[in-house]
């Protein structure tokens, strides 16, 4: 599928809010029950979000939502439509976050994620990314990790992908 990744504009926070949602709707169908959250409040939070545009122009399809977090760029969110799930967007995401990571010298990607649901914990190791232990874990992640407590329904892993050149 060809989409084009982009910096999140004004007009799209609706269309962000509801590819998230749809998104979300996944972990349901694999059983997993999640709190209630605002996807607005993420998207506010975040220091950026990059969304894929599919083929009909303007359309999000998806999201990436970053910040910094013990000087790594800290993926907080990726989400992907369902109804074009499996076509590669979610990897043009991932590639675009970090391929800015690099272009902005971090040196590595973080991510907390579930480490057995297969679009989740399998799918970033795929992409280079290996779990780290509380050991590696600098004060801002240790708290990331705290405040998601509440949406630790199955296991979840913290996980990093050094960059070259970094």
Same mark, same amino acid.
């Given at each position: 599928?060809? !989409?084009?990744? /982009?910096?999140?504009? =004004?007009?799209?926070? =609706? ?5 998230? /949602? ?21 998207? #506010? &939070?975040?220091?950026?979000?990059? !969304? ?15 910040? @910094? ?10 989400? !992907? ?5 499996? /076509? ?9 976050? &970090?391929? &800015? #990571? $690099?272009?902005?010298?971090?040196? #590595?990607? @973080?991510? @907390? @994620? ?42 979840? !892993?913290?996980?990093?992908?050094? $960059? /070259?050149? #970094?």
């Amino acid at each position: 599928m060809q !989409v084009r990744v /982009r910096g999140m504009r =004004a007009g799209d926070g =609706a269309a962000v809010a509801a590819v998230a /949602r749809a998104a979300g709707t996944l972990f349901a169908d694999a059983g997993l029950v999640l709190p209630p959250d605002d996807p607005a409040e993420m998207v #506010a &939070c975040a220091e950026r979000v990059l !969304v894929a545009e599919g083929p009909a122009a303007g359309r999000v399809v998806g999201l990436a939502a970053t910040g @910094t977090v013990d000087g790594a760029l800290h993926l907080e969110e990726l989400a !992907v439509d369902p109804a074009v799930g499996r /076509r590669g967007v979610g990897s043009r995401l991932l590639a675009k976050v &970090c391929g &800015c #990571a $690099l272009e902005e010298g971090f040196p #590595a990607v @973080t991510l @907390t @994620t579930f480490r057995d649901v297969p679009w989740n914990g399998p799918w970033y190791a795929r992409r280079g990314f290996r779990e780290v232990g509380g050991a590696e874990w600098g004060p801002q992640l240790r708290r990331v990790w705290e405040q998601e407590a509440q949406i630790r329904v199955a296991p979840r !892993v913290v996980m990093r992908r050094g $960059l /070259r050149g #970094a």
